[in-house]
Structures are given as C-alpha cells and as structure tokens.
C-alpha cells in the first residue's frame, strides 16, 4: 500500500471523534480526513474528500445511521462503510447488513481491535463484533428456516450469476467479487441486482443464506 486509507468518521458526540480518530491516526496505513457531527453533514461532506472508509454511529438525531448508510450505499461513493455504535441489538445488526454495511462493531472495543478489524474490513472482508456472531448466526437460522421464496430447480441463474451468488455466500464485498473474478465494480453491482430480482430477495444477506441452504 503506497498511501494510508482515507477515513471518515459520523458521530454527533465530538469527545468520541476525536478519540476514535486520535486513535486511527497512530496506525500508518490510516488517515483520517474529515468528521461530520451528523449523517446529513456527512452526506455532504464525505463525497469531496473521497475517503476509502466510512464510520458511522446508528443513534443520531436528525438522520439515524442506517438512513445515512442506505443513502451513502444510493451515491457514488466508492468507499467500505462500517457501523460503529454501542447496539448490539439483533435487528440494528441485521438491518445494518441488509442496508449494506461491511462492518458492525461495537464502541466498547479495544483500540487496537479497532485498527485491525479495519485492515480486514479494507482487504474485502465482512467484519462483525466477535461477541454479535452468535447474534448473527441465530437470526440467519431463523431467516434460514423459513421457507425459500423459490426452489433451486425454479431459478435460472447464468454461469456468471451463480459466481456472484457464491461470493455472496462468502461475505463478499462488490470490490472484493470484481477482484476474484476479474470484473469492474458496476458490473458486479449489475449481477447482484439481477440475482436479487432471479431469486426474489431483497438482500445479500439473504442471497447468502438462500445460498447455504441449497449445499
């Protein structure tokens, strides 16, 4: 990496701006660029300043943090976008991942956990607080256990459909998936959506699981 990841944080409490960013900041391959105090501040701030991470807190006035998620996920922007707030309620994770997010961490983490969870986040993975995966993995048992919107034999998935599928079943970001398979981002974008409408899902998440029960 020739130059740190540019890092974005909102978050209407200052005194944990500054904190979360004076601790990013003692790590090289981090920057931080820019602070909004609000999701509508964001908004307008994030897209100038191109930053390669956004993190954003759920509870805020105004524009909660899943709004703001769904409307960064809508724009340009071509950054990783990671929930950091202090629920671990099952559905602000779920809605945070169906909203797009490719992280959720807790605020009561250890710094350096912070800093490393980043550094996966950037490599193309889906991070998730080690103590919400079992959170996780009880409401994708629930969502699991209900019945398929289609069966296998119903859905006519192309060769290169049923790829993306797969890395969807792997947590895969759109950027990781245009690495693995040697495709642009808006491409990627494209084939997701066509295998949302093929499969009748409004989700990866949900792709994903529909995904595993077919193995």
């Known amino acids: 990496m020739d130059k740190p990841y540019k890092v974005f944080l909102i978050d209407d409490h200052a005194l944990f701006r500054k904190g979360v960013a ?7 391959m981090f920057e931080v660029v820019g602070e909004a105090s609000s999701g509508l501040e964001g908004l307008q701030l994030a897209p100038a300043l191109a930053p390669d ?11 909660d943090g899943l709004e703001t998620l769904r409307r960064f996920k809508a724009g340009d922007l071509q950054a990783r976008f990671v929930v950091l707030t202090v629920s671990d309620a ?9 909203a ?3 992280g959720y961490l807790l ?3 250890e710094p ?28 994708l048992q629930e969502l699991g256990n209900k ?6 034999e119903q859905v006519a998935l192309t060769e290169r459909e049923q790829e993306i599928l797969q890395c969807l079943a792997d947590g895969l970001s759109n950027k990781a998936i245009a690495r693995r398979l040697g495709i642009s981002d808006t491409t990627v974008k494209v084939h997701v959506k066509h295998v949302l409408s093929k499969l009748r899902l409004t989700s990866r998440l949900e792709a994903a699981v529909w995904a595993h029960k077919q193995k």
């Not at 991470?53 to 524009?63: F, Y």
């Open 90 to 98: 099952e559905d602000d994770l779920l809605e945070a991942l169906r």
């Open 100 to 102: 797009g997010a490719d």
């Open 22 to 28: 004076q601790m990013i900041s003692t790590d090289v």
């Open 112 to 139: 350096e956990e912070l800093a490393a969870s980043l550094k996966k986040i950037m490599s193309g993975m889906t991070v998730i607080q080690d103590r919400l995966t079992e959170v996780l993995k009880q409401a």
């Open 147 to 152: 019945p398929l919107q289609l069966a296998p």
């Open 53 to 63: 991470i956004v993190l954003i807190d759920l509870n805020m006035k105004e524009l």
């Open 107 to 109: 605020k009561d983490m």
